[in-house]
């Protein structure tokens, strides 16, 4: 649960961002993040292998596995990975790649099956990826099919979100989370129910428009009509924790007001006081954001396409209302969402053609944008300082500043 003290912490720290002239005593003018971070190929190839291909990433709710052989085609890092409930209920995952030549197990999206054949020679897996027969066995002597199962790719669950790994000496993803999951357990992750989904294509690289979503720097500008007219910027509290992982706060400018579109929904009695009342926003490194609510949740999640391309996928849960069909409300609160996101978006291919130019040398970020900062050095830390070229290093400075603990 978010503690008594995370609550008065989240608290204080908004008054003090109201209050406050400056930055905190001591807190460091940032570095510039060198524009190469988004355009350079060699570096943008570091990211793809260190990052990408080596951190936990959401894949898909519990709901969209409904039943023994309910399966999924994932392919977001680039890699095939098949997500399946076993028949012993239990979600796992693997490539997607049969042990003889490389043929496909399955080849649609999504769909249910009893096992998993490969349909160029014919090679059978269970529902568990174990191979449990093979066409004309005479003519493989001395084979031990214990041996040639499916290449697993980690699984794990937070409640019933599903998140992959392709790195398999990675830590769990509860504990590469840290205090998030004890956090979450206010808005109860295990009855969070799936409501919708819906990607969008960008015409940009992906940390161009994750930038912003790592801020509130630009509500005034971008939002003026829409979420600036209810959250104040000026007291969002910040909240740096290691890993890249981070928390944002922003109160509503009148506290009694209430999101309309959210009026009539269920609501969950569990959550705190921060979750019902005061905008908390979380980003799980590398490209989940998480604006948390009691009544309904949006994963937004950034997916590099190519260099200049990437996906923005926005995927909706809500508390268990019981069975039958979405409630209408629904209908509403997802249109509305969208609206903003639109605001978020418009300006994404524009600025990917300034990060080219010449006339573009990086960021120059403040106070307010230190969550950007933050998840640039995360990345340095995962790619490894010493790969990454010199130019193009960031440098680190904000490590007294990162705590393990919200509380604390």
Avoid at 137 to 152: M, S, T, V, Y
Avoid at 190 to 211: A, G, I, P, S
Avoid at 266 to 279: G, I, Q, W, Y
Wanted: net charge neutral; charged share 25%; aromatic share 12%.
């Amino acid at each position: 649960m978010v503690s008594k003290a995370a609550v008065e912490r989240i608290k204080a720290g908004m008054q003090y961002e109201f209050a406050r002239t400056a930055p905190p005593e001591g807190f460091p003018a940032l570095p510039p993040v060198p524009g190469g971070r988004y355009t350079d190929p060699e570096f943008l190839a570091l990211e793809r292998r260190h990052l990408w291909q080596r951190s936990w990433l959401y894949a898909c709710h519990a709901d969209e596995l409904p039943q023994p052989g309910s399966f999924l085609l994932w392919k977001r890092t680039g890699s095939p990975v098949l997500i399946v409930r076993g028949k012993d209920e239990v979600i796992r995952a693997f490539y997607n790649t049969c042990q003889h030549r490389g043929g496909p197990v399955v080849k649609d999206a999504s769909g249910r099956v009893d096992g998993l054949v490969c349909q160029y020679h014919g090679w059978t897996y269970g529902l568990d990826g174990r191979l449990v027969n093979l066409r004309d066995k005479r003519d493989f002597p001395d084979f031990d099919a214990k041996c040639h199962g499916l290449a697993a790719v980690r699984c794990e669950r937070l409640g019933n979100w599903v998140f992959v790994n392709e790195d398999r000496d990675a830590p769990p993803l509860l504990d590469s989370l840290g205090e998030i999951p004890a956090m979450f357990a206010d808005i109860q992750p295990e009855q969070q129910r799936f409501v919708h989904k819906k990607t969008y294509r960008v015409k940009c690289n992906v940390k161009v428009l994750l930038d912003a979503f790592l801020e509130v720097y630009h509500l005034k500008s971008i939002h003026q009509n829409t979420v600036d007219r209810f959250l104040d910027y000026r007291g969002t509290t910040i909240h740096l924790w290691p890993g890249g992982h981070s928390l944002m706060v922003t109160p509503n400018r009148r506290p009694e007001w209430e999101d309309p579109g959210a009026r009539g929904m269920l609501k969950l009695a569990t959550a705190s006081e921060v979750t019902a009342r005061h905008n908390p926003s979380y980003h799980l490194y590398p490209n989940l954001v998480t604006p948390v609510s009691d009544s309904g949740i949006p994963f937004i999640l950034f997916w590099p396409v190519s260099s200049r391309e990437m996906d923005i996928e926005v995927v909706w849960f809500a508390p268990d209302w019981g069975g039958g069909a979405l409630p209408a409300l629904w209908e509403t609160r997802l249109a509305n969402f969208e609206r903003i996101l639109y605001e978020d978006t418009q300006f994404a291919e524009y600025i990917q053609e300034s990060v080219e130019s010449p006339g573009y040398a990086g960021l120059h970020l403040n106070y307010q944008e230190r969550r950007i900062y933050h998840w640039h050095e995360e990345l340095d830390r995962r790619i490894g300082a010493e790969r990454v070229p010199a130019a193009l290093r960031v440098q680190p400075v904000l490590a007294p500043f990162v705590k393990p603990s919200l509380a604390g």
